[in-house]
């Protein structure tokens, strides 16, 4: 059974930094796309970051870009996202995503096949 766990969410003040984490199970981490979704209340879930198999390419969300930083550790069945400069509108439940059968990194919700729970992030201003 593939679980995908994530942590490290929280509250903090606008400007400061989190970093979320992801441990992957039941499947072949290292084969997997890894991907950062949120929402937001009241809004869809959107892409903010991809990750390839081995970590050589990543995408991101125009919103994020330059913010924010996906990273893996295979060795560990690992995903990371570094959060820095938090904004009031990145308040949203955030989400690990892994995608089977690809090679190349996507944004695209509908191409990752399992889901993680979620870990809530709350940006006060």
């Known amino acids: 059974q593939v679980q995908l766990v994530e942590s490290g969410g929280g509250l903090v003040q606008a400007g400061g930094s989190l970093r979320l984490s992801c441990a992957g199970s039941g499947l072949t981490f290292s084969r997997s796309i890894m991907g950062w979704f949120r929402q937001a209340p009241g809004k869809e879930r959107e892409a903010v970051a991809a990750?390839?198999?081995?970590?050589?390419?990543?995408d991101y969300a125009d919103s994020v870009q330059g913010r924010f930083t996906i990273s893996r550790d295979n060795a560990k069945n690992t995903v990371y996202l570094q959060i820095n400069s938090l904004k009031p509108e990145d308040t949203a439940i955030y989400y690990c995503?892994?995608?089977?059968?690809?090679?190349?990194?996507?944004?695209?919700?509908?191409?990752?096949?399992?889901w993680g729970q979620g870990t809530q992030v709350t940006v006060s201003s």
């Open positions: 995503a892994a995608a089977q059968g690809l090679y190349i990194v996507t944004l695209r919700r509908g191409s990752y096949d399992y």
């Open positions: 990750i390839n198999r081995s970590g050589s390419s990543t």
